[in-house]
């Protein structure tokens, strides 16, 4: 047995496939919530509706989305080059990380582009390790990116345990607030916040980077391969390079906007695991920089419906993780039983 | 793609318009609703668990309708709890410290309904804060140790160091010394809340060390089942975890969280509710301890019911084991003879007592 590409696939199919993915997994997961004694059609309705349905909803479905966007992109971008950078959770960390300490100690009018900018660098410096490494010894960035996370996620744990711990939080791990000229700003009494609209314009900016300039292009030579690139005069080593630095900018970045747009303090466990989440946003999206957003939307209506989910019905937690898994699952998995077939 | 997005960005749409129309007709008839936001899962036999015990007792007793959030992120709680004030609940009940600031952010908007965070500091009109003096029950708990110690060496499994563990373990401690001055409480440092198998380790090297009773703070009772598997005892924590090490756990302290759901919900409900710090001990039935393992001699029994009596007959200030006097671990006297520990000075400890080995991790 053994699996082979298919050499003709419909346009139809190739379209209608998440589509239909989703709803394969919907009937799954329904068997599921009639498990647990909930009926289907109303959990979807109620997930639909409170999240479309409401301003409540649909401004975190935005604020959900965003680091998602942002770590998509910082997995995306090196993918085009034939990388994996499972490191955007620690780059996110580092980035967070700085953030903090500007806000803390350096309030100034200022202080938001100060952060913006220091956090791109520190999560760049985290994701330029890996690539020097795999750029100069071929060192597995995979492992290299992935290791780097906890040292990243435990510097901050150390921190809020000891320097960086607040004044005022009765000796909680959390650093004490930020000041207001260090929070990016809210819009319509909701959580939407400034950052939202920064992670969109920096989809654009990297769709037309990709799309319009020499480097973006070079870039796809090397993802689809190095050895044409080589020939063709492409450094294949700056390219790994570059592309793992804007990854880790991009990914700090949506640490600071975390930290800054809804935090608003430094603490442990700032991210529930958005950095590993970029892995299969990247995939779902094939490495298209716009498809992006739909597909880090898709994951943050998993997350802000799952909740609703949850206030609903007061259903295990588990359900709604078995939820969301499964429908990445269906969607990767149909993806491949399209454009593959096994064969006797 | 470009089709798949047009496509997409047109259901969106559909969906976006079904949704604002649909919207008011889904409103419901008034009825007293309480919501819960919980930190861990509800089966963990441990923090969050205690709560929903809580939970379901006033749902049975007031025959109202109760709805719970499990293992909520505390990122995620301002949308956890925003959607439960957006869905008319009366009260909402935030049962995690990390909650303070979402909760104290969505009550602002929602003056009418009714606000109560467990274990933190802040208040405001809508926010009451509710939290119990466990570190009386872990006093009573270290008393057990102390007596049923015969190596002298007493492990404690820790979670994370905030005042909250370590005002508990200094009571426990305070508890051995009370009884067996030779006894020392050996700390081993976890780093979580929750992860059955770092605190199965941390138990299994205590118990290398010579350690015959393990206690913990966690909310999973991997330590008391080590501490079976090895032959020796152990203290359980948030709740009577007597069946997970039927031979090792002594004893636990435990939260009894009902009582004071009753009394809020009670209040809320007669419309008498106002923004209060509930800070209750033993005396109140808030913290206790389980009921003792056949092993546990009635000489023991003997001392801890003496000592509960001075909670009870209110022979001791609530702060009590927390007066003086009390050494650090250099030695130094913290409190001289007869002083009492204020609640501001137990809310933000970062000492141990001088019968703790270990360190805080700085």
Known sequence: ?????????????????????ILASLIFVGILLWFVGVNPIEAYYIMLIRTFGSKLGLSELFVKSTPLILTGLAVAIPMRAGLWNIGAEGQLYMGAF??????????????????FVLAAIFGAAWAFIPAILKAKFELNEIISTLLLNYVAIYWVEYLVYGPMRGKNVYNFPYSDLFPECATLPRFFDTRLHLGVIIAFLIVFIMYLTFRKTSFGFSVNVVGANPRAAEYAGIDRKKIIVYTMLIGGAIAGIAGMEEISGIHHRLRAAISPGYGYAGIPISLLAKGNILAIILSAMLFGFLY????????????PIAVVYIFQSLVVLFIIGGEFFVRYRVVR | MKKLIVLAVLIA????????????????????????????????????????????????????????????????AERVIREYAEQGYNIIFTTSFGYMDPTIAV?????????????????????????????QADYLTGIVAGMMTKSNKIGYVAPVPIPEVIRG???????????????????????????????????????????DVIAQGQDSPAAQQVAQEHGVHSIGYNSDMYKF??????????????VVYDYIVKNVMEGKWKSEKIWWGIDKGLVGL????????????????????????????????????????????????????????????MFFVDNVVGEIPK
Request: proline share 5%; hydrophobic share 40%; aromatic share 12%.
């Open chain 2, 13 to 76: 749409a559909t969906l976006l318009l079904l949704g604002c129309t649909q919207e008011k007709t889904t409103e419901q008839k008034k009825e007293f609703k309480a919501a819960f936001v919980y930190i861990g899962p509800v089966g963990d036999a441990g923090w969050s668990y205690a709560h929903d015990q809580g939970r379901k007792f006033i749902e049975k007793k007031y025959g109202i309708k109760t709805s719970y959030s499990e293992s909520v992120p505390e990122g995620e």
């Open chain 1, 98 to 115: 700085i953030a903090s300490f500007v806000a803390l100690n350096f309030a100034s009018p200022f202080a938001i582009p100060i952060m």
């Open chain 2, 245 to 258: 090490a039927p031979k090792a756990h002594l004893t636990a302290a435990i939260w009894n969280w009902s």
């Open chain 1, 1 to 21: 047995m053994r699996i082979e590409r298919r050499e003709e696939i419909s346009k139809i199919v190739l379209y209608s496939l998440p589509f239909l993915s």
């Open chain 1, 304 to 315: 802000v419906g799952g909740s609703a989910l949850q206030t609903t019905y007061s259903i």
């Open chain 2, 290 to 349: 389980a009921p003792f393992n056949e092993v546990v001699p009635e000489k023991v029994k003997k001392v801890v019911q003496e000592e509960k009596e001075k909670y009870l007959k209110g022979e001791v200030p609530e702060q009590y084991p927390f007066v003086g006097p009390i050494y650090d671990q250099q030695g130094k006297l913290v409190k001289a003879k007869g002083e009492v520990m204020s609640d501001e000075e137990l809310l933000s400890m």
């Open chain 2, 107 to 135: 009550a602002k908007d929602y003056p009418n309904i009714v606000f109560e965070h467990c274990s933190g500091y802040k208040t405001a009109k809508n926010v009451g804060t509710y939290f119990g003096r466990i570190y």
């Open chain 2, 169 to 211: 373990i200094n009571a426990f401690a305070l508890g051995v010394k009370k009884v067996n001055p030779n006894a020392t409480v050996h700390v081993v440092w976890v780093g979580t809340w929750y992860d059955p198998a770092k605190e199965r380790e941390a138990a299994e090297s205590l118990i290398n060390e010579g350690c």
